[in-house]
């Protein structure tokens, strides 16, 4: 499982810098599933991934499909999880989300499960 973190806005650019980072650490093509959000979409994301073929491929899900979604799983995981922290600034939230998401990157069985829900299972062809 891998994330980014980043105050502010999601943009374009920090959407293709997390897929640059993405593909280095995985040393291979790697297929990114994702939602359609309009920086998923963008002109400069598609730029990136003309220009890096070999290295990443989006797959774009559905529209309007969070319940196919497996990363509605983990968000779900993680609110319950942060709520339990109760942070009481903008900062504890940052430091108990990071604190969560490195915990789960360290644990593959559970990460494995939200694929496996009936309805966000992946077939393997």
Known sequence: MWFTFFPGKFTAKVMCTFLDRLATHAGRKVHVIVDRHPVHRSKAVRAWLEENTDRVELHLMPGYSPELNPDELLNADLKHHIHAARATS????????RRFLHRRQRQPCIVCGYFRARHVRYAIE
């Open 90 to 97: 903008a900062d504890d939230l940052a430091r108990e989300t």
